[in-house]
């Protein structure tokens, strides 16, 4: 059977070091039942970053809304577009950037859902 949900009816996280804001969609907090993939919306404003971390267990898909960033992962660093898609793998050190004016959000993805995070920076 499908389920609705509106936006208010669902988990929206704030970061405690910058103003990047998180929809849940699909995780334990959201409670469709859901044993392979987790999935939630993230929008970066202006001058946000990520703290620098990887997952040790699982691949990590990235869709672009709207807006434009920087994808930071061991082997460099690339510019995504609405539209674009980005796999990082399993312990693949990674960090986004929004270095514009404007917002750049994303539905990121996890297959299996992670169950170990490995934070590089203490900036969490």
């Not at 699982?58 to 995504?80: A, K, T």
């Not at 980005?86 to 994303?106: K, L, R």
Request: hydrophobic share 35%.
């Amino acid at each position: 059977m499908a389920k609705l949900f509106s936006a208010n009816q669902l988990p929206h996280l704030h970061s405690t070091r910058d103003k990047r804001d998180r929809l849940d969609l699909v995780t334990d907090n959201v409670k469709l039942g859901a044993q392979f993939i987790r999935a939630d919306r993230i929008i970066y404003h202006p001058g946000d970053t990520a703290a620098k971390h990887y997952h040790t267990d699982c691949h990590h898909l990235f869709y672009v809304l709207y807006g434009n960033g920087i994808l930071h992962v061991n082997d460099g660093n690339y510019r995504l577009t609405p539209g674009t898609v980005a796999v990082v793998a399993p312990n693949e050190v990674h960090w986004f950037e929004n270095d514009t004016t404007e917002n750049f959000s994303f539905v990121e993805f996890w297959g299996p859902p992670p169950k170990e995070t490995i934070w590089i920076t203490n900036d969490v």
